[in-house]
């Protein structure tokens, strides 16, 4: 994955519209911190703003667990929970996000990542995401087809250029 795409992806999931930290809050919720928790809210997560058509997720359909995560961080990492694992219960796609040190955050990232799976999962190659990474992968191509044109075509003027200079050199 080039970093362009990357990048790209990342910004996209910034956008992602989340839950409000109220419900998230609520003292008639189900979480457990520690275990897999079902959810009793019928609202579904909202689409992007890049995107148009997402797949809809349910909060019903989803099982969601927080977990240590792993990698740099030391205590901060290794003594918290933060680690967010949600599984799409009807299809079986499994995402876990650990980026930020925020459960909250994590938890937005970890939806937006699901629903653009789902809308792959679903939709097939007539989804926008593999329509976009098809387009992005395009243009990568054409951008490399025109610096090889480029630079054949220097090549090819600096050997004029030598052909040229030695013909007058022969003629002095």
Same mark, same amino acid.
């Given at each position: 994955?080039?970093?362009?795409?990357?990048?790209?992806?990342?910004?996209?999931?910034?956008?992602?519209?989340?839950?409000?930290?109220?419900?998230?809050?609520?003292?008639?919720?189900?979480?457990?911190?520690?275990?897999?928790?079902?959810?009793?809210?019928?609202?579904?997560? /909202?689409?992007?703003?890049?995107?148009?058509?997402?797949?809809?997720?349910?909060?019903?359909?989803?099982?969601?667990?927080?977990?240590?995560?792993?990698?740099?961080?030391?205590? /901060?990492?290794?003594?918290?929970?933060?680690?967010?694992?949600?599984?799409?219960?009807?299809?079986?796609?499994?995402?876990?996000?650990?980026?930020?040190?925020?459960?909250?955050?994590?938890?937005?990232?970890?939806? /937006?990542?699901?629903?653009?799976?789902?809308?792959?999962?679903?939709?097939?190659?007539?989804?926008?995401?593999?329509?976009?990474?098809?387009?992005?992968?395009?243009?990568?191509?054409?951008?490399?087809?025109?610096?090889?044109?480029?630079?054949?075509?220097?090549?090819?003027?600096?050997?004029?250029?030598?052909?040229?200079?030695?013909?007058?050199?022969?003629?002095?």
């Amino acid at each position: 994955m080039t970093s362009s795409i990357l990048y790209n992806f990342l910004l996209s999931l910034t956008r992602a519209q989340a839950l409000s930290v109220r419900q998230w809050n609520s003292s008639n919720s189900t979480k457990q911190f520690l275990g897999f928790k079902r959810s009793s809210s019928l609202l579904p997560i /909202a689409g992007k703003k890049g995107f148009l058509d997402l797949y809809i997720v349910v909060e019903d359909e989803l099982d969601e667990q927080f977990v240590r995560g792993s990698g740099p961080g030391g205590q /901060a990492t290794n003594k918290t929970s933060n680690c967010v694992v949600l599984k799409h219960v009807p299809s079986g796609i499994v995402v876990k996000c650990h980026q930020t040190r925020s459960v909250d955050q994590n938890r937005k990232i970890a939806r /937006a990542i699901l629903q653009e799976k789902l809308d792959v999962h679903y939709k097939g190659a007539k989804s926008e995401i593999v329509k976009q990474k098809q387009e992005q992968q395009w243009k990568k191509q054409e951008k490399k087809r025109k610096a090889k044109e480029n630079l054949e075509r220097k090549r090819q003027f600096k050997d004029i250029l030598k052909e040229s200079s030695d013909d007058t050199e022969l003629k002095k």
